[in-house]
């Protein structure tokens, strides 16, 4: 019997997030169906794809939209390409990851008569959309085979315009790049390293691990942020004022993040908001004693506070510095926090994972 044909939908394969879900579940998914990643921009993929995933663009180098005009002919010309695109590829299921692609993808299927599901990425509370964009996602999102979301609050959200049994929530896998990682001998050694992974953008509050630190200033440790983004600068020159240049490192994106998990002793996740804590999962996932805000949403079903890692208020510098403190001086915590956290993760691993999403696509094909 020949495999069916099904198509993420996604605005672009950079870092982030969202783009490593749909690069670990188009990889695990292979086995079960002819997997086609349709972006609308031309961006190499950063996270490694299964040979076998077939990628095509919807435009090369597509910009900005200049003005309101600009965006509906823009957001047009996407929808004709993507019903162009998924016709000549033959494709029996579309499956949408973010707001605004989740309504073109949406569109797109309905037009095409085929089934698609639907993958919020973002807690909604937190995501100011435009007026035309929250009017069109109200619209369409009630006519999605399932929408896919990652809490319970983010449910409820979305109970009052979507069907209750439309509404799945399914966790965010963790890649098996991270697993194999795990299983190699030659392991490198720890470093007396404080980690955080995650965009340079106000969201991730690493002003927050930054001040905590030089607080703290423990002799022969270092802070290490790995992610890009707006902030960047503006942490530069934060670093620069608390005289932290030689402890405190921005390290910049790097598609090899399971090495930095696995060489670092206490992982800080101090982000303001999420959808979904991905880099708090893999942490947690790959054995480090971990130290989270306590903000909506995600964190707190991840962490039991004090079994398997801390959670603090949201900009709580002193928390965050007295929790540090703590765990710099105690090997042995550090250890049972890591361990209870790996394994209360492992029913996130991939495998796992795509199983949920089989069931949920195996259903809307038929």
């Not at 969202?18 to 292979?30: H, I, K, P």
């Not at 031309?42 to 597509?62: M, T």
């Not at 605004?100 to 509370?125: D, F, G, M, Q, Y």
């Amino acid at each position: 019997m020949s495999k069916k044909n099904i198509a993420f939908v996604i605005y672009s394969l950079n870092s982030g997030g969202a783009e490593r879900v749909v690069s670990t579940l188009a990889n695990g998914l292979t086995k079960y169906y002819n997997v086609t990643i349709i972006t609308f921009t031309d961006i190499p993929p950063f996270y490694e794809l299964d040979e076998k995933v077939n990628v095509v663009y919807c435009f090369s180098n597509l910009q900005p939209s200049k003005n309101f005009i600009d965006s509906i002919s823009t957001n047009y010309n996407l929808f004709k390409q993507l019903k162009v695109k998924s016709k000549a590829l033959s494709i029996d299921l579309l499956i949408g990851f973010m707001t605004n692609t989740n309504i073109l993808t949406v569109l797109a299927a309905k037009s095409l008569k085929i089934p698609v599901l639907i993958s919020e990425r973002i807690n909604p509370k937190f995501s100011i959309l435009p007026k035309l964009w929250s009017i069109m996602r109200r619209l369409t999102y009630p006519s999605a085979n399932y929408l896919i979301i990652q809490t319970e609050p983010i449910k409820h959200y979305f109970e009052a315009f979507v069907k209750k049994d439309k509404l799945k929530i399914l966790p965010n896998p963790i890649s098996s790049v991270h697993r194999e990682f795990k299983e190699k001998i030659n392991l490198p050694i720890k470093e007396n390293i404080v980690l955080s992974v995650g965009r340079l953008s106000n969201q991730k509050g690493h002003d927050i691990a930054i001040k905590a630190f030089t607080k703290l200033k423990p002799n022969n440790w270092e802070l290490h942020i790995v992610g890009e983004g707006p902030k960047r600068k503006e942490y530069e020159e934060l670093i620069i004022k608390l005289k932290m240049t030689d402890k405190i490192k921005l390290i910049g994106r790097d598609n090899n993040i399971s090495n930095y998990y696995l060489k670092s002793k206490i992982f800080i996740f101090p982000s303001r908001f999420e959808g979904f804590p991905n880099a708090l999962t893999e942490a947690m996932y790959m054995g480090l004693p971990s130290i989270s805000t306590d903000c909506p949403t995600g964190p707190s079903e991840l962490i039991d506070n004090d079994k398997n890692g801390y959670l603090i208020p949201v900009d709580d510098v002193e928390n965050l510095t007295a929790n540090l403190e703590i765990l710099i001086n105690n090997k042995s915590l550090r250890t049972k926090l890591g361990d209870n956290a790996a394994l209360s993760v492992t029913h996130l691993e991939e495998d796992k994972v795509v199983e949920q999403w089989l069931k949920l696509i195996s259903e809307s094909l038929n």
